[in-house]
């Protein structure tokens, strides 16, 4: 294997290895939030065991799996033309 087949595996490694396991997590914590959300409606705003912050964690770990993407498709796209 030389440099180029080492470039060319690099998308895929990123790929397995830190979006898919992040498109887990971001699921997750999607279900959680949309059950607390569902619990406090349903209650007429009971409580929850499932923590507030699940909300904000969601966001954030949302917004680094969007961009981690884009990243992503950036470097599969500029494979070809750089290599």
């Known amino acids: 294997m030389d440099t180029t087949d080492v470039a060319a595996l690099i998308h895929p490694f990123i790929a397995i ?6 498109l887990g997590v971001v699921v997750h914590y999607a279900t959680q939030t949309r059950k607390r959300r569902l619990k406090s409606n349903e209650d007429g705003g009971g409580k929850s065991k499932i923590p507030p912050t699940v909300g904000t964690e969601h ?16 470097l599969g796209l500029g494979h070809p033309i750089f290599c």
């Open 59 to 74: 966001l954030k770990l949302g917004r680094l799996f969007s961009n981690s993407v884009v990243v992503v498709a950036l």
């Open 17 to 22: 290895g830190f979006v898919f396991p992040l």
